[in-house]
C-alpha cells in the first residue's frame, strides 16, 4: 500500500507500507527493504521501520525508563514528541492517555504519526535558528523526547516558555553533527537533573558520537 505525498531526495513520488504487530501494538511502518539502498534522503529508510520490521521494540533500551516515567505521570499533563518519525514515542503516550503534539520535518512521516497515534496532534515544524514565536501552553509536560538529528538547540529555544514546567526529557545528544551540546547541556543543569540512560549521573564527558540522556526537573 503506497503513501503518496512528496518526492524524496531519492526521487520516489511515492512510499510502500505495511503493517506490522509490535510491542506497544498494531502499527503501519515503511517498508525499509525496499529503499535502504537508494542514495540521498528517502523517507523508506527510516530506522524506525528497519527495526520494527523485525523486532517488537524501537530503543528497546530506553523502553523501560520511558514507560515507567509515562505510567507513573500526570494524565492530565502533555507529552511533546519532537522527531516523531513514524510515531512510536507519539503512538506509546497516547496508549497511556495522554494528549500529545507532535513535531516532525518530513511531512510523509507527519501522515505516518497520526496513522499509528489515532488522536496525536502532529504539525510539520523543521527546527533551526529562525523558528519565530515560541511555542506556548499553559499546562504542564510531563514528557519531551527530543531527537531531531542536532537541532535540539532550536527546539529548546522554540519551548522555552513551557521549560519551567516540563517534568522529563528524553534528548539523543549526538556531537558527531555539530558541537552545540555542551552549551545546551550547561543552560540545562542548574534546572534538571542529567543522567545517562543506565540513571548514571552525566559527567559532561562528550567522548561519543551518540547517547540518550535523561532529564528530570529538580525538586519534583
Not at 125 to 152: C, H, T, V
Not at 166 to 186: G, R, W
Request: charged letters at 25%.
Amino acid at each position: 500500500m503506497p503513501l503518496k505525498l512528496n518526492k524524496c531526495q531519492a526521487g520516489h513520488t511515492s512510499h510502500e507500507i505495511k503493517a506490522v504487530e509490535t510491542a506497544i501494538g498494531s502499527m503501519v511502518i515503511w517498508d525499509h527493504t525496499r529503499y535502504m539502498d537508494f542514495p540521498g534522503y528517502c523517507t523508506g529508510q527510516d530506522a524506525t521501520s528497519g527495526v520494527l520490521a523485525v523486532e517488537p521494540h524501537w530503543e528497546l533500551v530506553l523502553f523501560p525508563r520511558v514507560n515507567k516515567i509515562l505510567e507513573l505521570g500526570n494524565k492530565d499533563d502533555l507529552v511533546i514528541d519532537c522527531g516523531s518519525h513514524i510515531g512510536w514515542y507519539s503512538k506509546l503516550a497516547r496508549n497511556h492517555g495522554y494528549d500529545v503534539i507532535a513535531f516532525e520535518g518530513d511531512l510523509e512521516n507527519v501522515k505516518m504519526t497520526e496513522l499509528n497515534a489515532p488522536g496525536v496532534d502532529a504539525r510539520q515544524i523543521w527546527f533551526d535558528e529562525d523558528m519565530g514565536e515560541p511555542f506556548e501552553s499553559d499546562r504542564n509536560i510531563e514528557f519531551l523526547k527530543l531527537d531531531i538529528e542536532g537541532a535540539e538547540q532550536y527546539a529548546i529555544k522554540y519551548l522555552q516558555k513551557v521549560l519551567p514546567r516540563t517534568k522529563n526529557i528524553m534528548m539523543e545528544v549526538s556531537p558527531t553533527f555539530n558541537d552545540s551540546y555542551p552549551a545546551l547541556l550547561d543552560s540545562l543543569k542548574d534546572m534538571f537533573e542529567i543522567t545517562y540512560s543506565d540513571g548514571k549521573p552525566f559527567d559532561f564527558k562528550y567522548d561519543f558520537t551518540q547517547t540518550d540522556l535523561f532529564l528530570r526537573r529538580k525538586n519534583d
